[in-house]
């Protein structure tokens, strides 16, 4: 091959895998990006504010599309090919935005963010997958690390972006912008990727059974926490019937795994043992990681009577501190080892937890008196992201170290499955019994009408006790779901510790 050929075949790669990158991105953002829309969603389609449960299957659809489908469309790109997969799945996002701009109403709005999620899942396993096509083992690490960092550039930048599109266009801009933004990227991966040729032999087998198997265990899940009337109890009439269901399939997906000829999650030679421990704490992460998007924003906009600017002014304490918390995780890693950093990073994330649980609802006056001088009660949340920032290179690190070479593409999206999957689980759950806590503290507290009152003071004073009344009714309930989240991060603080890669060969489990 000619230098000249030489560079247009390295010029085309790098197109290629920037055009991937642009569409892992692009998922990541949606994932976050109605953090900061919560306000203009709450009042275009009407939503009460004593209704906010209204609101979690916005959020929730969509991880439960991008986590179901991740798996099966990352092995069914190895079937039909790397290109017509990201074809189709940024066809599909366009779908979804087109559905999710034009929504007047939250089944609507819900039904277009699962489209999108779902063909937002195959975006990250496919573009690692090319990269591992495209480049040889010891020449792609960097690109691999590249297209994670694309990925996580989207929980940092969801909400900031999705906030300055809706202030110059309205919400429903954050997803028209998707349309041409995918086009582009479909257009790019055209002309760039390669055709692929087809091998004369019979092609990889898709785990279809198996997939369904997963998706039906998250949907079961997710259907049984998500309770449209949470004054009465936690879980909806079918909630226990939808759990156990979610159970038996989970228990049907591992027996199948441990007999299918093709797997999708295959575990040969696989140190079992950190591997499984580096999910678990990717999900305890994750469930955190959440939580706090979702409530820090609600605690804001619902207690401090700010928008969604304000609110996501106030996250950026959290979203600047996240990335800092992963470079100095990296860097903290290769001194120290990867799970005594992440024991670290979560147990800093309890602290802030802790301290975030005992904010009061003038948080924005008030400082945390240290004797020689004080800060800001704001700069938990700093703590926080930072505790939370510092897991997310050693458990990527530890996937890798622990998993064939041929497996570290699959592997890397484990760790993101496992992070979204707690991202699903954590908010559904504590949602569900946040919202019920929230209806029984109010459940005695009548609204005051006005014909009632035989004067305008006697109103104005009975509806000030109402509204004080649902005011500390609302931060019990934060209160409580971030000493949760707390409780969770010591968790995964636990579990961290089984993140040692030196595993005995009883860890590595043989096909």
Partial sequence: MTSDAKTRSRRGRYVAIGAGGIAVLLGALDTYVVIGLLRDIIGDLKIPVNRLERLTPIVTGYLLGYVAAMPLLGQASDRFGRKLLLQLCLAGFVVGSVLSALSASVPALVTGRLVQGISSGALLPVTMALAADLWSEHKRAS???????????????????????????????????????????????????????????????????????????????????????????????????????????????????????????????????????????????????????????????????????????????????????????????????????????????????????KWPIDVLTTRYDLGLFSLPRLDALIVAGLGLGLVIAPLSSVALKVVPAAQHGVASAGVVVARMTGMLVGVAALSAWGLHRFHSLTADLGTPIRVLFPTSQAYDQALTTYLDAVRHALLTEYSEIFLVTAGICVLGAALALLLRTSSPKSDVVES
Avoid: H
């Fill in 143 to 357: 690109v691999l690390g590249g297209v994670g960092a694309a990925q996580e550039l989207g929980s940092v930048l969801g909400p900031i972006y999705g906030i300055a599109l809706a202030a110059a266009a309205g919400w429903r801009s954050v997803f028209w912008v998707n349309v041409p933004l995918a086009v582009l990227a479909m257009a790019a991966i055209a002309f760039a990727l390669p055709r692929e040729k087809r091998s004369a032999g019979p092609r990889p087998k898709v785990d279809v059974l198996g997939g369904v198997l997963l998706a039906v265990t998250l949907g079961l899940l997710v259907v049984g926490l998500d309770n449209p009337d949470p004054q009465v109890q936690v879980l909806p009439p079918w909630g226990t019937a939808c759990l156990v269901g979610a159970a038996v399939a989970l228990v049907a997906f591992v027996a199948w795994e441990a007999r299918a000829k093709t797997r999708l999650i295959d575990t040969a030679g696989v140190r079992l043992r950190p591997f499984l421990a580096a999910l678990g704490v990717s999900l305890a992460a994750g469930a955190a990681l959440m939580v706090t998007l979702v409530d820090v924003d609600l605690f804001s906009q619902t207690l401090l009577n700010r928008n969604d600017q304000g609110s996501v002014s106030l996250l950026l304490r959290f979203l600047i501190a996240l990335p800092i918390g992963a470079v100095l995780g990296g860097l903290l890693a290769t001194r120290i080892g990867d799970r005594w950093v992440a024991v670290a990073g979560l147990v800093i994330a309890a602290c802030g937890y802790l301290l975030i649980s």
